[in-house]
């Protein structure tokens, strides 16, 4: 009876302790992805200033200080660089906030990175009203560098692209940041780009 009980409780105790540890390491997967879809669904040259303070608030932000109608941005950062690195290998970062300009959201940006300083590999995803250097609804690019074949993408955009082209550039790998060692390169945080 006792090495049943014993036995029970040993497992009980083992099943809590699995939940526990799983639910930490989701906790930045399901935060990011939160924050994804929030900021997301903001529109660029459309949503208003109080939409914005809305989601802001929402998320944890009351905004730049001074924040006004005139002018103020949010930003907010995710990562998993608590767990030890035996299991997040270099550690993923989640950066997302929007803007405001005279009363509607006049940008977002979505960053999403794998470790940190000058090395660190990147996905970027910025949308704004306009691109005075780009004529064209959007532009998607990679960087290579002598140590990562695929160490940066970048999409840039306007509220002129097909939402179908913009919800396939948000598609960011937030698994990065839970899975074992991780992700290891740009290509991973962003796996709808293609690389040339």
Not at 131 to 145: L, N
Not at 169 to 177: D, G, I, K, V, W
Not at 178 to 185: A, R
Not at 190 to 196: A, Q, R, S
Request: charged content about 20%; hydrophobic content about 40%.
């Amino acid at each position: 009876m006792r090495k049943g009980f014993l036995l029970c409780s040993i497992v009980v105790v083992a099943i809590v302790a699995g939940i526990a540890v799983s639910y930490g390491l989701l906790q930045p997967y399901l935060r990011a992805r939160d924050l994804r879809s929030q900021i997301a669904a903001l529109q660029v040259g459309r949503s208003s200033f109080e939409e914005a303070k809305r989601v802001g608030n929402r998320l944890g932000s009351e905004g730049n200080d001074p924040c006004s109608p005139v002018d103020c941005y949010w930003t907010f950062a995710i990562d998993n660089f608590e767990f030890p690195s035996v299991w997040r290998g270099e550690g993923a970062r989640f950066i997302a906030g929007f803007r405001v300009q005279n009363s509607v959201v006049s940008e977002q940006r979505f960053m999403f990175q794998i470790g940190t300083g000058f090395k660190a590999q990147t996905a970027d995803f910025w949308e704004r009203e306009t691109w005075p250097h780009y004529p064209k609804q959007f532009v998607v690019g990679t960087e290579t560098s002598s140590d990562y074949p695929h160490f940066r993408s970048y999409v840039n955009l306007t509220p002129a692209t097909p939402a179908d082209v913009r919800e396939r550039y948000l598609s960011f790998n937030l698994n990065c940041l839970w899975k074992y060692q991780g992700c290891k390169d740009a290509e991973e945080l962003l796996p709808t780009i293609d690389w040339k």
